[in-house]
């Protein structure tokens, strides 16, 4: 992703970061669209300024009110869906509203506390506009976004809908569902957008989708009783008058248990029935994501596609096995899913980070493996793209692991990772070509941050000449690297001597050059080196 944060910094986020969900089996069998669009559901909480399960919960009350109203399965098919992907295309503008506004998420976050509408909403944006600038320039910006804002927000929202109905039509929902998503933005007064219909005009699935979003942002910040008064004063405006009068006639049953429940468990037990996703089917659904998470900026459109490409090629080359190579470039297409969670102001920005702002970015791995390690099927997958910032020497980030806690996999996406970023031009500095994208990755594994074996894989994937000689740590030739990795498996001087056809004395002189270069004094010692060093992997 955007590298503001150097593979070379050593400081990680200053707090700690917060576990995730409890480890799922390795091998859990299979994954559903439900759970695939549920978990993406969770990086667009992220995106709208709220927190993770909130399109779930909001779901669920969507299916209770589609329930209370005698509405048929296909129906309530449809609005389950509806409920976990509009908002996806609010993500795809974050540039656009961030040049605009500031923090995208801020804005998004403040957009539920109003009537979006006349007034109210120009009062939001007026507020919003320029907010980063000094008190002159922020007075100009404002005033020239006034001119301007009718058709400034028609073009965002009509872009917004477009995108999630992509999206739908990608991940294979209904056909009818683009037809639905369209009318995110519409009210019921006929004072929405895009086009400005009413009433009925909007499909039912959608009018209680916007509701149930609506309610559940103000149960949960407020109570009951504010996400009622709330209902009640967008009744005829905003909202359906009827599906209203049903949500506050019925609210404490509508929404009882539903603050304390498991939304994750509950809304994966209401979702509609469908046959388990695998092979080109989840791949296509995956793809998907991973171009959408890809808009979040358009200094990173296409990013993770050629990750995924990337990093398949260069395990195919490092021997990995099927199983493993599936899961390199699934990782690959969704490794950046968490970025929906940082705000475009940060992202976007030409100038250094604030120490704060490079805490919040280095959060975005944490966020992809969380939001992919809620599917159990996609436990390695989770595993792979958390870990694709860290490096060997500790300095990488969410969690600052170490050589030892990084397997083959995870090196290999880190490398494939780095390099296709330093392709890609970012508002802080130029694309480098490909000769000196090369150039910087064999930097990195000099200074020990990144691991030989897989920069060296992913160079020959990217077309690059093979390295003739490899840049080893503590000046060790290549011949001592073999001896090292013998004697890493426990194997004696003769041992070694036998598997390198040379003689036992030769075998010793490597060992003692190997302790003189590296500082070490017996076989533990010279392993954690090679562990540390990223010149010997157990599982390999």
Not at 354 to 371: H, K, T, V
Not at 407 to 417: C, E, K, M, S
Request: net charge neutral; aromatic share 6%.
């Amino acid at each position: 992703m955007a590298d503001h944060c150097s593979d070379g910094v050593a400081a990680g986020p200053s707090g700690k970061v917060p576990e995730g969900p409890a480890a799922m089996p390795r091998n859990a069998a299979t994954t559903s669209r439900p759970e695939i669009l549920a978990a993406l559901s969770l990086a667009i909480d992220l995106g709208l300024g709220q927190p993770m399960e909130h399109m779930l919960r909001a779901t669920l009350l969507g299916l209770r009110m589609a329930t209370l109203l005698g509405l048929g399965e296909e129906t309530s098919g449809r609005l389950y869906y509806a409920n976990l992907i509009a908002w996806i295309g609010c993500h795809a503008d974050s540039h656009e509203l961030a040049a605009l506004f500031g923090d995208d998420l801020a804005f998004r976050a403040d957009y539920y506390f109003i009537d979006a509408h006349g007034l109210p909403m120009l009062s939001l944006m007026l507020r919003h506009a320029g907010q980063e600038l000094p008190p002159i320039q922020r007075t100009a910006r404002r005033t020239q976004f006034a001119a301007t804002a009718n058709s400034t927000v028609k073009a965002l929202i009509l872009s917004h809908c477009r995108s999630a109905g992509r999206l739908a039509e990608r991940v294979g929902l209904d056909a009818d569902m683009p037809d639905i998503l369209i009318h995110t933005f519409e009210r019921w007064d006929g004072k929405g957008l895009p086009v400005g219909v009413s009433g009925i005009e909007i499909p039912m699935e959608m009018r209680i989708a916007q509701l149930a979003d609506t309610a559940e942002v103000f149960l949960r910040t407020a109570g009951l009783e504010a996400a009622v008064r709330t209902v009640r004063q967008r009744s005829g405006t905003q909202f359906d008058p009827r599906l209203a009068d049903v949500f506050c006639s019925h609210a404490a049953e509508l929404t009882s248990g539903l603050l304390e429940l498991d939304p994750w468990t509950a809304a994966l037990a209401a979702a509609p029935s469908e046959v388990c996703l695998s092979g080109s089917g989840l791949d296509a659904v995956l793809a998907a994501m991973g171009d959408f998470a890809d808009l979040k900026s358009p200094w990173t459109a296409g990013h993770s596609r050629q990750v995924a490409a990337l990093t398949a090629t260069a395990a195919a080359h490092s021997g990995c096995s099927e199983p493993e190579l599936t899961a390199l470039r699934r990782a690959g297409w969704v490794h950046d899913l968490g970025r929906m969670g940082v705000s475009n102001s940060i992202w976007d920005r030409a100038g250094p980070l604030s120490s704060l702002d490079r805490e919040r970015l280095q959060l975005y791995p944490f966020l992809s493996g969380r939001i992919l390690s809620r599917v159990p099927g996609l436990r390695r997958v989770a595993e792979l793209a958390g870990a694709h910032r860290e490096r060997l020497d500790g300095s990488g980030y969410p969690r600052g692991l170490s050589a030892g806690g990084l397997d083959p996999g995870q090196r290999l996406l880190g490398a494939a990772d780095a390099y296709q970023t330093y392709l890609e031009p970012r508002p802080h500095r130029p694309a480098l070509l490909a000769a000196a994208a090369a150039a910087r990755l064999r930097a990195e594994v000099a200074a020990g941050r990144l691991a030989a074996a897989a920069v060296e894989s992913v160079l020959v994937a990217a077309g690059q000449q093979e390295a003739r000689r490899r840049i080893l740590p503590s000046a060790l030739t290549a011949r001592e690297v073999e001896v090292l990795r013998l004697l890493c498996r426990g194997l004696d001087n003769r041992a070694i001597a036998a598997a390198l056809f040379i003689a036992p004395k030769t075998a010793r002189n490597h060992v003692e050059h190997i302790y003189g270069k590296t500082g070490v004094s017996n076989r533990v010692t010279a392993t954690l080196f090679a562990l540390d060093a990223g010149l010997w992997d157990r599982p390999a």
